[in-house]
């Protein structure tokens, strides 16, 4: 953008324009003399001392020039600026007022004329040079004027259609056709039971207890209520589309009949209003409508929503972890019980119930028979070594030995190798200690598997979120909306920006134009 240097203007006053008009006219018509020029006056030569004592009074440049002028009009000749202030001083005339060039073109007072009869008018006779160049400086200042005021009365014009109009409308229509709309504010939080069993460690166990735990539930929970669902959902159980197509709300804020989901979502967005405050873990809500019981009824309703939406939540999720904690144990149960019929089945065809106690008895019974054994080969020893032992109880003795060792024999097979038509003891033993290790290792894994289940069920309680209202829903007694001269206000602010906006864009296109 170009913008034109502006140059200093100075007026400089001639001899002529100082005699009055009324005179200049008397001149020009020849009825009055014109004034006797001012006699020169003789100069006298300035000293250095003067020039310099004029020089350091510390003068403008302004006061100088005007000095010179004042001396080219009293016909005094000067060689510069210092000069002129010396000689006007000589002759006594104050160089720095305007006044005294006043009395010295002044001439000596001429006698008014006698009263005679007023002539008859005369074509007027052609204006001085000077006069028209005053006239035509005064055209020019009436011209400015009268242009500053055409662009005040432009400008004011403007301004009364373009902001103060808009603005009384909109003010008009806040103070006496705008429906009073009442709001109904309250405050929710959603919360995290406490553990009963060992806290979880990390991150999860630094933020349990604190809003960061619930951060991510609180915006989901407050999308849900900006969300169509919730809007579809109070209009079909509370009539809201109902409510705001009733004829008494005015018509800019009414909804119209038949109206579109989209539409009733817009006008939802604008009376329900929701924020979240991360810092505090706080859901703010404010219900407006056109009935102070009616936007406490949504806003419960809203409420109620809610806490249906954080339920479901973290139902899933406990559901499955109790779900799989469920399952293994009932695998495990039912194995240990598996386990159990088939230790029971081994006892009853293997007669055996104690393998240990079995193979201890039977070892006791080939130690005793062993013992007796030896006893029977002493007394047999004792017998032979008589002079004439006697047969019958020689072979009686040999008799029972070798019963016994038969019976020792018998024992020690049926601890090792098994017959026909049973198995031997150490594999009865084998397979009956395999059934109790198995019975046993399934009762571990069922103990195992009541331990998850219980673990998972703390940690399924641990999941479960509530909400909880810290500001309860209260209808108001007064109207909250509209705000008359707040929002008055701020529609002259708007309209005045936009103008503003408008005119700055318009003067520079201009300018860019013109230059």
Not at 31 to 54: G, H, L, M, N, Q
Not at 104 to 115: D, R, S, Y
Not at 208 to 215: E, I, K, Y
Request: hydrophobic residues 40%.
């Amino acid at each position: 953008m170009t913008t034109k240097p502006k140059v200093k203007k100075f007026r400089i006053r001639r001899r002529s324009t100082l005699i009055k008009p009324q005179e200049q006219e008397a001149i020009a018509a020849g009825k009055v003399a014109p004034p006797a020029a001012p006699e020169p006056v003789t100069p006298v030569e300035p000293t250095d001392d003067a020039i310099a004592a004029i020089g350091r009074e510390g003068l403008t440049g302004r006061q100088l020039r005007m000095a010179r002028r004042v001396a080219q009009k009293n016909g005094i000749s000067v060689t510069s600026d210092y000069d002129a202030v010396f000689q006007l001083r000589q002759a006594g005339i104050d160089p720095f007022q305007r006044n005294s060039v006043l009395e010295l073109v002044k001439g000596e007072p001429t006698a008014a004329p006698k009263a005679q009869p007023k002539p008859a008018p005369k074509p007027s006779a052609p204006a001085a040079p000077n006069n028209r160049h005053m006239n035509e400086v005064a055209s020019i200042q009436r011209d400015i004027a009268r242009r500053r005021r055409r662009k005040l009365a432009l400008l004011f014009t403007r301004l009364c259609f373009f902001v103060f109009l808009p603005t009384a409308i909109v003010g008009w229509y806040y103070f006496n056709i705008a429906t009073p709309m009442y709001a109904t504010k309250s405050e929710i939080v959603i919360q995290q039971a406490q553990a009963q069993g060992p806290s979880a460690g990390g991150l999860a166990g630094l933020f349990q207890g604190t809003s960061m735990a619930t951060q991510q539930d609180s915006i989901a929970v407050q999308s849900y209520l900006a969300s169509r669902e919730a809007m579809l959902r109070l209009d079909a159980d509370h009539g809201f589309k109902e409510h705001f197509s009733d004829p008494a709300i005015d018509e800019i804020q009414r909804l119209p009949e038949g109206a579109t989901n989209e539409e009733a979502y817009k006008l939802y967005m604008n009376h329900v209003q929701i924020s979240y405050d991360p810092t505090e873990g706080i859901i703010r809500m404010e219900v407006i409508s056109a009935d102070p019981a009616k936007s406490t009824e949504f806003s419960e309703a809203l409420i109620s929503y809610a806490e249906e939406q954080v339920d479901q939540l973290t139902s899933r999720l406990r559901d499955d972890q109790m779900a799989g904690a469920r399952e293994s144990y009932e695998v495990a149960e039912r194995q240990r019980a598996d386990a159990l019929a088939q230790l029971l089945r081994i006892q009853e065809d293997f007669q055996q119930i104690d393998v240990a106690g079995e193979t201890s008895a039977r070892m006791s019974q080939i130690a005793s028979l062993e013992s007796e054994r030896q006893r029977l080969d002493l007394i047999l020893q004792s017998r032979l070594n008589v002079a004439r032992p006697s047969a019958l109880q020689v072979e009686s003795l040999r008799a029972q030995i070798a019963n016994i060792d038969s019976a020792i024999e018998e024992l020690r097979a049926g601890l090792t190798v098994g017959t026909n038509a049973n198995i031997s003891l150490a594999a009865r033993n084998t397979e009956l200690r395999t059934a109790e290790e198995n019975y046993s290792f399934r009762v571990a894994l069922v103990q195992q598997a009541l331990t998850q289940m219980e673990t998972a069920r703390i940690e399924a309680n641990r999941q479960v979120r509530y909400l909880s209202q810290s500001v309860r829903p209260i209808a108001p007694d007064e109207a909250t909306y509209p705000r008359k001269f707040e929002n008055t206000l701020l529609a002259f602010f708007i309209f005045s920006g936009i103008y503003l906006m408008f005119s700055l864009t318009a003067s520079v296109l201009r300018e860019q134009v013109s230059s």
